[in-house]
């Protein structure tokens, strides 16, 4: 199994999606193996989005992010890091198909609920900003074999 980092953006939060969007990954038969609800800083901000420093639209990016609360959670399934990056649909929400979470609650390409690693390496680079070892915890639900 893969474990993916995702977020639900201040703009979920402030939007009351958090509970839709987390039931999704459920429903889907994915595993949280971490959860926190945190507001990020500026450094916490601008290393997970480092790859982008360079982007125009940077430092809006930086201050969107850093607006106000996230959830963050490790997502664990079979190839979760595709299979979540399809639930999130195109980055742009006006490009994003409906029955995804961007295609059915967004338009902006900025403003799009919800972040997903794209590889295994951002995964690597990313989850670490959010959780310790210690925070990972290692349970199973208990169909998981089933699922
Ligand atoms: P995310 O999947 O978190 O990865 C990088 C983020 O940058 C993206 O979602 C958007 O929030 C933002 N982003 C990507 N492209 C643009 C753009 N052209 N203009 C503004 N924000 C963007």
Redesign the pocket.
Known sequence: MERTLV?I?PDGVQRRLVGNIITRFEQRGLFIRAMKFLKLDLKQAEQH?SV?KD?P?FR??IE?ITSGPIVAMIVEGNNSISVVRGMCGA?DGSKAAPGTIRGDFCTS????LI??SDSEESYQHEHKIYFSNTEILDWRYIDEELI
């Open positions: 977020l953006k989005y982008h982007k639209f809006s990016l969107y980055t390409i900025q403003n799009n972040h997903a």
